[in-house]
C-alpha cells in the first residue's frame, strides 16, 4: 500500500464521504484508510479504535450539517428566518447524508452508544442556544411575548421539537413559522 501523510481532518472529510454515500453502517477502518491511501495501522495513531472513528465521523457530520449556525455567523436575522435556515440545513443535510438521521445513534453498541447520544444531544443543544440567542437579538420581538408562564426556555423547547417531528415526518414548517410570527411579535 502507498503510505500517504493525512491529517485527522482529512481522514474525517473521507469518513463524511463514505457516511454520504453508504451510511454510517458502511463505515469502517479499512474502507477509511484505503480512500485516503493510507495503512490501516496509521488511522490507529488518529483514533483508537472503530467507535472513535465513527464517534469523531458523527460530530463531524453534525458540524458540517449545521455549520452556518454559529453564533457570529447569523446575527441579525429574524427569528423565523433563522428557525426556517435551520431546518433548511437539516433538510439539505438529509440529502447529504441519507441515512444518518436514522442512523447515527443506532449502530453503535455499548459505551459508544452513548457516546453517540450524547454528541446528538450536544449537537442539539448547541442549536438551541442559537435559536435562543436568535431570538433575544431580534429587535421585533414583542416585550410582552414572554411571561413566567410562557417562558423563552420553553418556547425554544417547541419550536425546535416542532423542527425535529417536521423533519422526521418530511413536512414542511410554514405553519409553525406562522406560529412564531402570531406568539412573538
Given at each position: 500500500m502507498n503510505i500517504n501523510v493525512t491529517t485527522k481532518e482529512e481522514i474525517l472529510r473521507t469518513s463524511r464521504a463514505i457516511v454520504a454515500e453508504n451510511g454510517i453502517?458502511?463505515?469502517?477502518?479499512?474502507?477509511?484508510?484505503?480512500?485516503?491511501?493510507?495503512?490501516?495501522?496509521?488511522?490507529?495513531?488518529y483514533f483508537s479504535s472503530k467507535d472513535d472513528l465513527m464517534t469523531a465521523t458523527v460530530e463531524s457530520v453534525w458540524k458540517d450539517i449545521f455549520s452556518?449556525?454559529?453564533?457570529?455567523?447569523?446575527?441579525?436575522?429574524?427569528?423565523?428566518?433563522?428557525?426556517?435556515?435551520?431546518?433548511?440545513?437539516?433538510?439539505?443535510?438529509?440529502v447529504l447524508y441519507p441515512r444518518f438521521f436514522a442512523e447515527h445513534s443506532i449502530i453503535f453498541t455499548g459505551a459508544a452508544r452513548s457516546n453517540a447520544r450524547a454528541l446528538m444531544e450536544s449537537c442539539f443543544s448547541d442549536l438551541k442556544v442559537g435559536?435562543?440567542?436568535?431570538?433575544?437579538?431580534?429587535?421585533?420581538?414583542?416585550?410582552?411575548?414572554?411571561?413566567?408562564?410562557?417562558?423563552?426556555?420553553?418556547?425554544?423547547?417547541f419550536v425546535f421539537s416542532f423542527?425535529?417531528?417536521?423533519?422526521?415526518?418530511?413536512?414542511?414548517?410554514?405553519?409553525?413559522v406562522e406560529v412564531i410570527r402570531r406568539t412573538i411579535y
Open positions: 453502517s458502511g463505515l469502517n477502518m479499512r474502507k477509511v484508510a484505503e480512500a485516503c491511501g493510507v495503512a490501516l495501522g496509521s488511522l490507529y495513531n452556518e449556525f454559529q453564533l457570529e455567523r447569523l446575527q441579525a436575522v429574524p427569528f423565523p428566518e433563522y428557525v426556517k435556515k435551520l431546518y433548511q440545513s437539516a433538510k439539505v443535510g438529509s435559536l435562543k440567542h436568535c431570538l433575544s437579538s431580534d429587535p421585533s420581538v414583542s416585550a410582552a411575548a414572554f411571561t413566567d408562564e410562557f417562558r423563552v426556555d420553553t418556547f425554544i423547547d423542527l425535529i417531528y417536521s423533519l422526521g415526518q418530511n413536512k414542511d414548517i410554514d405553519f409553525l
